[in-house]
């Protein structure tokens, strides 16, 4: 059943509808530094504005109203648009705190105790709104960043072609348990697309090489092998030869080589193409 300060302050909001709108999206507008227009802003708030009046004249209770599906929908919408635009949690949040001074203003001039009451109702619920307007966006962020780290990664380890049947990844930056994955299948899947059976692993970008390191490198080795191609390890600084020496890492029959360079040589040898300086 509707009580009757909700009911009043529903009135209200229904009666000013345009007004409160308009100066909502205005107030917004303000804060947004260009990001978005004010059309733009009524075109998504009033759908949410409505949902707001529907749920006060309704005298239900949560943000799980079958009165509030619509407009909550909408308000997740919003959210996830200003984690896209760029837009802070706070800024996000403010979009609907905001109505609470909008429609404190609207109503000055009502000081009863019914419509007092209906304001709180209203604050009550634009909380409700904010927190919720809050998680969604939290949500959102959390899968740009994922998706941008994961394209990132796949940027950070490219697999290109030196030389017919000789492929080449260029490490730089540290090497984990994700990273490998990555480097593994995109070895893998170049191995299959171009037939080569040498591949070359440059570390020359790799900070430093210690246990961890060393095992996923070989695991990428063993995988290689596994389809059918030999590895060379380049890239084995003084630095990196040392701390290899002193952790007592063994890369077995594994070639190594100091640089990318000496580690092509190699394969193509390997594959029995000379190389030789021409005379002039």
């Given at each position: 059943m509707t009580q009757p300060h909700a009911a009043r302050i529903a009135g209200i909001l229904r009666a000013q509808r345009d007004q409160?709108?308009?100066?909502?999206?205005?107030?917004?507008?303000?804060?947004?530094?260009?990001?978005i227009t004010t059309a733009?802003?009524?075109?998504?708030?009033?759908?949410?504005?409505?949902?707001?009046?529907?749920?006060l004249d309704g005298g239900q209770s949560g943000l799980r109203?079958?009165?509030?599906?619509?407009?909550?929908?909408?308000?997740?919408?919003?959210?996830?648009?200003?984690?896209?635009?760029?837009?802070?949690?706070?800024?996000?949040?403010?979009?609907?705190?905001?109505?609470?001074?909008?429609?404190?203003?609207?109503?000055a001039g009502d000081a009863d105790t019914e419509t007092v009451l209906g304001l709180l109702a209203l604050s009550r619920l634009l909380d409700d709104l904010g927190l919720f307007t809050f998680e969604t966006y939290a949500e959102t962020r959390e899968r740009i960043i994922a998706a941008q780290a994961e394209e990132l990664l796949e940027l950070s380890t490219p697999v290109v072609k030196l030389w017919d049947g000789i492929v080449a990844v260029p490490l730089v930056g540290t090497l984990d348990s994700a990273r490998t994955q990555v480097v593994t299948e995109k070895l893998l899947e170049t191995l299959v697309e171009t037939g080569s059976e040498h591949a070359i692993i440059d570390i020359t970008g790799v900070p430093s090489v210690d246990t961890q390191v060393a095992q996923h490198l070989l695991k990428t080795v063993?995988?290689?092998?596994?389809?059918?191609?030999?590895?060379?390890?380049?890239?084995?600084?003084?630095?990196?030869a040392q701390t290899v020496v002193a952790l007592g890492i063994e890369f077995g029959d594994i070639a190594t080589k100091a640089t990318l360079a000496d580690a092509l040589i190699t394969a193509l040898r390997s594959s029995g193409v000379v190389v030789a300086r021409k005379a002039n």
């Open positions: 409160i709108i308009s100066q909502w999206s205005q107030v917004i507008a303000s804060t947004s530094r260009g990001r733009e802003l009524h075109s998504e708030l009033t759908p949410i504005y409505d949902g707001i009046v529907a749920r109203d079958d009165q509030f599906v619509e407009a909550r929908a909408m308000l997740a919408e919003l959210s996830r648009n200003r984690a896209r635009q760029g837009f802070s949690p706070s800024e996000t949040a403010a979009s609907v705190f905001a109505l609470k001074q909008v429609v404190t203003d609207a109503t063993v995988a290689a092998r596994l389809m059918g191609a030999e590895c060379i390890i380049s890239g084995i600084r003084p630095q990196i």
